[in-house]
């Protein structure tokens, strides 16, 4: 596991909630990179300062897809605020993946 924590920004005073997100991920393939470079644009322009990803590489712990009941890979987990939620796919979709985060009405 690697943890990428959030680069220093301005962040709004009227919302400091912070995303907690977990990346689970299968190796360097080709839709493991693009959710990675994905997730990692989406958060500096949506969350600058306010998220931690934690990149879980199942090929090296396959243990850890139970936890979360992983069953397809890449798997995006919000881990907070609650409630949980999973995106799977390689996060290239911004409009599904901003609803299915809470950043856009749905």
Not at 34 to 58: F, M, P, Q, S
Not at 94 to 99: A, G, K, M, Q, S
Request: glycine letters at 4%.
């Amino acid at each position: 596991m690697r943890s990428i924590e959030a680069t220093a920004a301005r962040v709004s005073k009227t919302d400091r909630t912070i995303y907690k997100l977990r990346l689970y991920v299968a190796g360097q393939t080709p839709k493991s990179v693009t959710a990675v470079a994905n997730l990692k644009r989406l958060c500096e322009e949506h969350l600058a300062g306010r998220y931690t990803i934690e990149l879980v590489d199942l090929l090296q712990k396959p243990q850890l897809a139970a936890g979360d009941q992983i069953l397809a890979i890449p798997t995006l987990v919000r881990r907070l605020p609650e409630p949980i939620k999973k995106i799977i796919g390689d996060l290239s979709n911004t409009e599904r993946v901003l609803v299915g985060l809470d950043l856009r009405p749905h």
